[in-house]
């Protein structure tokens, strides 16, 4: 499913620098203790003798957003288990809300910069609160790797992940599949953000037979999702789909359009091959799910970390791809996961 949109070098432990990729953002729905000092929901795969280890990679510590989703938890679980496979300390830790907490993060990644690990994972959702840490991280000698945000920061060694004007284009061409017009809902956590760039490839790219007709805010928050979806299709009963890149937003999705009784009238698409979103495709609630390769993120950004440590040159910025997910194909995507 891995499909390198950029050939050209990214920053290596020489300092190369190669072309990056326009305005592309990454994401989800949007970390293992650095040593024990790091604390939050944590897993860890501990220490492999030194001589085993890859030459110039030691440690890794990735700061990830939400361990609590089952995707971001299914990354840890890759994450940890081909730093043992490599021979790697690699641990990694995050808030235990399903709401990400970008103090917590950037904390966390502070003490692992104090730590000393040799490369820090991390899901810079807000820019600014990171690029101060990376830069930090840079002047200490630490690889960076990014993921699921693309090239919103440039201090990075390289991106991996989702690669969302894409994802945003995919989705608007599944939609558009469907039989007759298609008026379309969004719902965002809020304007502006790395949810816009997969809004704005969806209404870029929307066929001719899909209109948006509005979009509404949650503000991040799943137990505001219901109840924002429901106005939202109470001011535009014309509504057929009801489309969310939040994972965390499924619930309040099926809720609403139970509750409006629209059943088969209106259907949900979402992100993330979840529970939820399978019971929602089953039920007939949701039309379908993007299915992000969220061990393929894990896996890679670890080989990305290795070769820089040994001077290679690794790509800026790698789409770890997504697959969407009907009931059609629901079963062999799960045969796959």
């Given at each position: 499913m891995k499909s390198y949109l950029e050939t050209a070098p990214a920053r290596t432990a020489s300092g190369l620098i190669g072309p990056r990729l326009g305005r592309a953002t990454l994401v989800g729905a949007v970390g293992?203790?650095?040593?024990?000092?790091?604390?939050?929901?944590?897993?860890?795969?501990?220490?492999?003798?030194?001589?085993?280890?890859?030459?110039?990679?030691?440690?890794?510590?990735?700061?990830?957003?939400l361990p609590s989703y089952a995707d971001w938890a299914k990354f840890d679980e890759c994450f940890t288990a081909h730093a043992?496979?490599?021979?790697?300390?690699?641990?990694?830790?995050?808030?235990?809300?399903?709401?990400?907490?970008?103090?917590?993060?950037?904390?966390?990644?502070?003490?692992?910069?104090?730590?000393?690990?040799d490369a820090i994972v991390m899901v810079p959702i807000e820019p600014a609160q990171f690029n101060p840490l990376m830069q930090r991280a840079k002047d200490a000698g630490i690889i960076?790797?990014?993921v699921n945000t693309g090239d919103a920061t440039e201090l990075q060694d390289f991106a991996v992940g989702t690669d969302y004007p894409a994802y945003g284009k995919q989705v608007a061409e599944e939609?558009?599949?469907?039989?007759?017009e298609q008026n379309v809902l969004l719902l965002t956590n809020g304007p502006g953000g790395v949810g816009d760039v997969i809004l704005d490839s969806l209404k870029a790219n929307a066929p001719e037979n899909v209109t948006i007709v509005d979009t509404v805010f949650d503000g991040g928050d799943a137990s505001q999702s219901a109840d924002v979806v429901s106005r939202g299709l109470t001011a535009h009963p014309e509504t057929t789909i009801v489309y969310s890149w939040e994972g965390t937003a499924v619930a309040g999705i099926t809720t609403a359009i139970k509750e409006k009784d629209a059943v088969g009238k209106v259907f949900g698409v979402v992100n993330d091959l979840t529970d939820q979103s399978i019971a929602g495709i089953r039920e007939g609630t949701l039309y379908g799910a993007s299915k992000q390769n969220f061990c393929g993120m894990a896996t890679q950004a670890i080989d990305y970390a290795v070769a820089v440590s040994k001077g290679e040159d690794v790509p800026a910025l790698t789409d770890t791809g997504t697959t969407f997910v009907t009931e059609e194909n629901l079963d062999a995507e799960l045969d796959d996961k």
């Open positions: 293992a203790v650095a040593v024990l000092a790091l604390a939050g929901c944590s897993t860890s795969s501990g220490q492999a003798d030194e001589s085993s280890s890859p030459e110039g990679l030691q440690s890794i510590y990735m700061a990830n957003p043992k496979e490599l021979g790697i300390k690699g641990d990694t830790s995050g808030p235990t809300t399903l709401v990400p907490d970008n103090a917590f993060t950037v904390d966390r990644i502070s003490q692992a910069i104090t730590q000393g690990y960076i790797g990014t939609i558009g599949k469907l039989d007759g």
